[in-house]
């Protein structure tokens, strides 16, 4: 085997971006992420909401990689030297060298691989309880979600997420900086995080009956109304 094949094959993968550090000056500017990104067969690749690409990709990039070191280019030709800061089995630090940028990532575990037909949410309300906040979240046939604050006031808008699956993950992007992981187990569905020191945080989505038909309606509206 090859130095060059070993060293492409061993940071192949599902990772998300935890979070990023630019030096400026004597400072330390750290900026959390929550990017799901594949890295394979010579190609990078960062999923985001909100992106024109119809496959949600937000960067993509082709790389050669020798040893520790790695030169990543766009299709605009434009390229980026990094260097294999520390390596394991669960985590990867990239630093480029021309900022001083360095960028951590997490290994997506291969257990939250997800099988579930994801037809089984359509049209579907759950709750979800993240801290002290419960939101209701309506999941539609485009696998578009959207959610209230639980208020006394009905109040349903889009906080920008959609659901994607890639190499076997159902990813849910959103727009507000966080990305999760869908994974049924017996029948409940749970939404996976990270966070910024690798830990993986575990939330619970319980399906509750409320007015479908309503919600729908109002779903549509929101479509016709983001068309224009």
Not at 45 to 73: A, C, H, M, P, V
Not at 155 to 177: A, P, R, Y
Request: glycine content about 6%.
């Amino acid at each position: 085997m090859s130095i060059y094949y070993y060293s492409m094959k061993r940071i192949e993968g599902n990772w998300i971006i935890q979070y990023s550090i630019l030096k400026d000056g004597d400072n330390e500017i750290i900026s959390p992420n929550s990017i799901f990104t594949t890295i394979e067969k010579g190609e990078i690749k960062d999923y985001q909401f909100g992106t024109e690409n119809t496959d949600n990709i937000d960067d993509y990039f082709e790389y050669f990689s020798f040893g520790n070191y790695l030169r990543l280019t766009r299709k605009n030709k434009s390229f980026f030297a990094f260097k294999i800061e520390d390596f394991n089995k669960d985590s990867l630090v990239l630093k480029q060298y021309d900022r001083g940028r360095i960028i951590v990532y997490q290994k997506i575990p291969e257990y939250l691989k997800n099988n579930t037909n994801l037809t089984k949410i359509i049209n579907k309300s759950f709750e979800l309880k993240i801290g002290n906040k419960i939101d209701t979240v309506f999941f539609d046939d485009s696998f578009l979600m959207f959610k209230k604050p639980n208020e006394s006031i009905e109040k349903w808008d889009s906080e920008g997420l959609k659901m994607i699956k890639v190499n076997g993950f159902d990813i849910l992007l959103t727009g507000f900086n966080t990305t999760f992981i869908l994974k049924e187990i017996d029948e409940k569905f749970y939404l996976n995080s990270f966070g910024l020191g690798g830990k993986i945080e575990k939330f619970t989505i319980e399906e509750i009956k409320i007015n479908t038909e309503k919600v729908k309606k109002i779903v549509e509206k929101i479509k016709e109304f983001e068309k224009r």
